[in-house]
Each structure stands twice: as structure tokens, then as C-alpha cells.
């Protein structure tokens, strides 16, 4: 499993210098959920795709919490990898019983995938058809989208790992680190606006909460922990000034959506906030991101 081999290769690379996140939790729904059809372009099933009904038993007659994006969504890196304890269901939980829940987060998905896999056309047609037809109770009422970790680890795992761009300093001397960077925050940000655009367009009065990435290095790693402040945050005296948090932010105001700050929050927390396999967080970091989607959505008055 991924998450596991780069917990090793971690290892085999500090100790000789100085993600994907595929790995997918137990596919067994939780206590009164079902595992719902897979709606996408591929036969590849979704084992993170659950309905989670209201404490009514009804999924079609109650208000939807829809969940986007990978892995955090998913609840790898909590206890027993249960979405239950991450913060998808510990969101849930705060919303209230009449909530019914459809998380779609899936491990190892990157903004392309999002896209291009089913996830996205699943949610938009859930937003479509709920939110347009004569029953204002079944409507999507909240969103919440994370994605764009896998965009920067699979670079991880393509040059930082084997050594190629192993620290700031050197990579910004490498065409090929500086190129692959580059090409990596160019594909993101027409990926982000595009997934914003088809939400607004299912609903142009949905309630979206889109949250900044953390950094899992911060605080434990320091030269992990530099590259990744420099592809989250951007540095102004590099050939990049702005990270993906910079699009992240600009595509928030350009769409009009919620904006969940996760990342201040992490900074200087990785022993504390992530998990053994160095990458998601742990059962206290979950809490953390799920506060922080919880006072947003108070401010926004989804929640009283």
C-alpha cells in the first residue's frame, strides 16, 4: 500500500541525506450506511462512495452533506481509517441528526481525477437533481472540497524521494525540478476553477466550503519541511512567488465560495496533528480540520 512505502522510503531517505495516498480504508460501510452504485466513466468501484442516511433512516427526504476529495475526506490516517472519526463525519455529527451524508472522497484521487473518474459528475448530478426538483427538503445544502495533495506528492514521489530535487537549494538549480513544479501549479489551478464552476453552475447558491492543504512536514522534517512550505505557500525569491494555497485562495474569491484555512492551523504540528505514516492526520488533527469547517460554517449560518 502507498502510504506504507513512503512511511519506508521516508525513512531510507532521511537516514541517507539528513502522495499518493492510494491506500484505501476498509470498504465496509459504517453502522446503518450503504454502499452506493459507481456512477462514473470506469468500473473501478468506490469504496468510500456511502450514503450515510438521516437518524430518520431517509437518505431521498433529508438534506444532503455532500463531501468532495481524497484520502482526508476518505479518513485515512484516523483510527481503524474510519471517515467516521475524520473530519467528513465529524462535520456530520455537528450539522445535525435530519443530515444525511454522500461522501465521495476518494484515496489517491488528484484534481484530475476528481475530475475525470466520476466523482465530480456524481456530486454534480446529485446537486442537480436534488436541488431543482419540487422537494425543498432533500436539497445538497453544504459541500465541503479538499484536493490537490496528490497533485504535489506524486512529484514527491517522482523526484524528491529518489533524489532528484532533494532539498530547495538544489532543486531550484534543476530545470527539471523547477519545470516539473511549474507544470504541476499550472495544471492545478484551470483543474480548481473548472470544479468550482460546474458546482455553481448546479447550483449557483450552494453553500461550498474549499479548504487550504496543510504541510504533514512542518514542525518534524525540516528539509521536507521547506519543500513543502515552498509548493504550498510559494516563496517571493524563487521563479515562485505564489504556491498552491495562493490558487487555492484566488479561486475561493473568484467563485464566491467559503474558505476553510486549515493550514496556519497544522504549522509546527506535524508531531502532534499527523500520523504515524507521516502524511494524514491523526485522530487529533481530524478534530482540528473539522473545527475549523465547523466555525466557517457557522459563520455562514448553516450551522447556529
Do not use: W
Request: proline content about 8%; glycine content about 8%; overall charge negative.
Amino acid at each position: 500500500m502507498r502510504y506504507a512505502i513512503l512511511l519506508t522510503a521516508l525513512l531510507l531517505f532521511l537516514s541517507a541525506c539528513g502522495s499518493s495516498d492510494d491506500q484505501e480504508p476498509s470498504s465496509a460501510p459504517s453502522q446503518g450506511a450503504t454502499t452506493a452504485p459507481r456512477t462514473g466513466p470506469t468500473s473501478i468501484p468506490l469504496p468510500n462512495l456511502k450514503v450515510v442516511p438521516s437518524d430518520e433512516g431517509h437518505i431521498g427526504t433529508a438534506p444532503l452533506y455532500l463531501a468532495l476529495g481524497d484520502s482526508l475526506s476518505a479518513g485515512v490516517g484516523a483510527t481503524g481509517f474510519s471517515a467516521e472519526k475524520a473530519f467528513v463525519g465529524l462535520v456530520h455529527d455537528e450539522l445535525g441528526p435530519k443530515f444525511a451524508l454522500l461522501n465521495l472522497g476518494i484515496a489517491g484521487h488528484d484534481s484530475r481525477q476528481l475530475i475525470e473518474e466520476g466523482p465530480l459528475d456524481r456530486a454534480v448530478a446529485e446537486i442537480t437533481q436534488r436541488n431543482r426538483d419540487d422537494d425543498p427538503d432533500n436539497d445538497v445544502e453544504v459541500v465541503t472540497l479538499e484536493i490537490g495533495g496528490n497533485d504535489l506528492l506524486d512529484l514527491f514521489f517522482e523526484l524528491v524521494l529518489p533524489g532528484r530535487c532533494p532539498s530547495v537549494a538544489e532543486g531550484l538549480q534543476k530545470p527539471e525540478c523547477v519545470d516539473a513544479l511549474r507544470e504541476t501549479l499550472d495544471a492545478y489551478e484551470p483543474n480548481l476553477d473548472l470544479i468550482l464552476d460546474r458546482l455553481r453552475e448546479a447550483d449557483p447558491e450552494l453553500n461550498i466550503f474549499l479548504m487550504t492543504l496543510y504541510n504533514p512536514f512542518s514542525g518534524a522534517l525540516p528539509v521536507l519541511d521547506e519543500l513543502g512550505e515552498l509548493t504550498l505557500e510559494g516563496d517571493p525569491d524563487t521563479p515562485f512567488p505564489e504556491g498552491l494555497q495562493d490558487i487555492i485562495r484566488r479561486q475561493a474569491e473568484e467563485h464566491d465560495v467559503n474558505l476553510v484555512e486549515v493550514y496556519p492551523l497544522f504549522e509546527g504540528k506535524a508531531r502532534e496533528y499527523i500520523a504515524a505514516d507521516t502524511i494524514h492526520p491523526n485522530d487529533t488533527g481530524y478534530r482540528v480540520m473539522a473545527d475549523a469547517v465547523i466555525s466557517e460554517m457557522r459563520e455562514a449560518g448553516v450551522i447556529d
